[in-house]
């Protein structure tokens, strides 16, 4: 199991990023997938969770109406659609996925086994 994230970068406040998780020795389609970000002194802290089935989408409320989380399963990818960034969205990027198929979203990075290795989003003027 490997996932990938990647498409980070500085952009200025307003500004918009896709971050990018390829997957990789699962088939995306079976799991939950989620994004979570960590900023320097914080925890790590949920962004967005997409289902299982697709059916529903998860979002942090300070998050909501600006992210925009999808799967792309045929190139077993998922993107995350970042737009009208703000200064405190500044934080490195995870994707996690749990262990067991069957296992839902859920907001503790705490109950995901399986991480990509971050991808750093600067929003600075």
């Known amino acids: 199991v490997q996932l990938q994230a990647s498409g980070g970068g500085l952009v200025q406040p307003g500004g918009s990023l896709r971050l990018s998780c390829a997957a990789s020795?699962?088939?995306?389609?079976?799991?939950?997938i989620a994004w979570f970000r960590q900023a320097p002194g914080k925890e790590r802290e949920g962004v967005s969770c997409i289902s299982r089935s697709d059916d529903i989408t998860y979002y942090a409320d300070s998050v909501k109406g600006r992210f925009t989380f999808s799967r792309d399963n045929a190139r077993n990818t998922l993107y995350l659609q970042m737009n009208s960034l703000k200064p405190e969205d500044t934080a490195v990027y995870y994707c996690?996925?749990?262990?067991?198929?069957?296992?839902?979203?859920?907001?503790?990075?705490?109950?995901?086994?399986?991480w990509g290795q971050g991808t750093q989003v600067t929003v600075s003027s």
């Open positions: 020795g699962f088939t995306l389609d079976d799991y939950a």
């Open positions: 996690a996925r749990r262990f067991a198929s069957g296992s839902g979203c859920h907001r503790s990075a705490s109950v995901y086994n399986y």
